[in-house]
């Protein structure tokens, strides 16, 4: 058999394979739990014990500072951020040369007039690279950077129907405003909408996966609140082109059934996927927790110690909203830290940076 024949014979055999999974005909080898010891070992290797302090606070503290997506870029590090004035939200972007010292750029997505995301626009760089210890750069799609956004026009915290937008831009490294001119992606008020998300949808991360798990290259993970399921759950979504996307599964991957699971991070340790995300008021307070998964799609949730919760003066009310990475042998765990100092960035670290 020549090289050619048995190439294509052996990605027939996948192929096939592949779709028999797809239409349960055969069970998934990747569709399965992770095992006790394995999530322990990547508790170890995540947890970051070390409270460094706030990292980032906006200079008027009547406004509040959320959710950090971190990224890299020439040998700089990027943040980009949302602010809250009590109108609504607005997205801002940061850098560091050390991931300890933040200094504001300025504004990437701001309010508009008359749009069906005038008064929230919360943004998250898009395909950042998921590799634990990798290069943390957000990948140019189309010759564009991409981000997705929580969007409504009501104006408030949270408040009105959200949707999910999507902006892109030429820039990663400078504080211009982005192009939002994308109908919304992901709706409440879609036909295709699923019980629990049917009441308004809040944040969103959209990966790259190489592997095609699910059969797509792009992969968005989002949590959603539905009419009857009050409580907020991490849900799925599909693309082949990052503008036309669809739902994918019938029911959460990650959920309590009450209070609020959020704000997924995806990295990858080996063979393993980790997500890290928030929980809040299915025990008190809120905090932070991961899950492990082989597929992407099937998530074994951790049962063990929160990676962080509410110890100190600035976080003692709220530690969630997670963006995790590992560095020169070093794991930064930023979160959304609420106390005493209001709404702020915080960092906890596997080793103690504070001197």
């Known amino acids: ?35 006790r010891e394995e999530m322990e070992r990547i508790f170890d290797e995540i947890k970051t014990p070390y409270k460094y302090g706030v990292v980032l606070q906006h200079p008027d503290t009547t406004k509040m500072v959320d959710s950090p997506t971190i990224f890299r870029k020439n040998d700089v590090w990027y943040m980009t951020y949302i602010v809250f004035d009590g109108h609504g939200y607005e997205t801002w972007l940061s850098e560091s040369d050390d991931l300890l010292h933040w200094k504001s750029k300025g504004k990437i997505l701001s309010f508009t007039d008359g749009t069906w995301d005038a008064n929230q626009k919360a943004g998250y760089v898009s ?18 950077y991409w981000m997705t956004y929580l969007g409504g026009n009501t104006a408030g915290y949270e408040s009105g129907t959200l949707k999910i937008g999507l902006a892109n831009a ?102 393993i ?25 099937n998530w074994t949730d951790w049962d063990g110690a ?8 600035y976080d003692k009310t709220y530690a969630h909203k997670p963006w995790v990475i590992q560095w020169n042998g070093v794991v930064y765990h930023f979160y959304n830290a609420v106390g005493e100092s209001g709404r702020v960035i915080a960092l906890a670290t596997s080793k103690d940076l504070s001197n």
């Open 1 to 35: 058999m020549s090289r050619f024949i048995r190439k294509v014979s052996v990605g027939f055999v996948a192929a096939v394979f592949m779709a028999l999974v797809v239409y349960g005909q055969v069970d998934n080898p990747l569709n399965r739990l992770v095992p």
């Open 127 to 144: 395909l950042v690279n998921t590799e634990w210890g990798g290069d943390y750069s957000a990948e140019n799609y189309k010759d564009k």
């Open 170 to 271: 030429t820039t990663l490294t400078e504080a211009v405003e982005w192009n939002t001119t994308h109908a919304p992606l992901l709706s409440p008020e879609d036909e295709d909408v699923r019980w629990f998300e049917n009441k308004t949808i809040y944040k969103s991360l959209v990966i790259h996966d190489k592997l095609q798990h699910t059969g797509h290259p792009f992969v968005m993970y989002y949590n959603a609140k539905g009419d009857t399921a009050k409580y907020e759950s991490i849900a799925m979504a599909v693309s082949d082109d990052m503008l036309t996307w669809k739902r994918y599964g019938e029911h959460p991957i990650i959920t309590k059934g009450k209070g609020i699971c959020g704000d997924a991070q995806i990295a990858k340790i080996g063979d």
């Open 273 to 297: 996927y980790v997500m890290f995300y928030f929980g809040a008021f299915w025990k008190p307070g809120a905090f932070e927790r991961f899950a492990c998964s082989y597929d992407l799609i």
């Open 306 to 313: 929160d990676l962080i919760a509410p110890s100190e003066a």
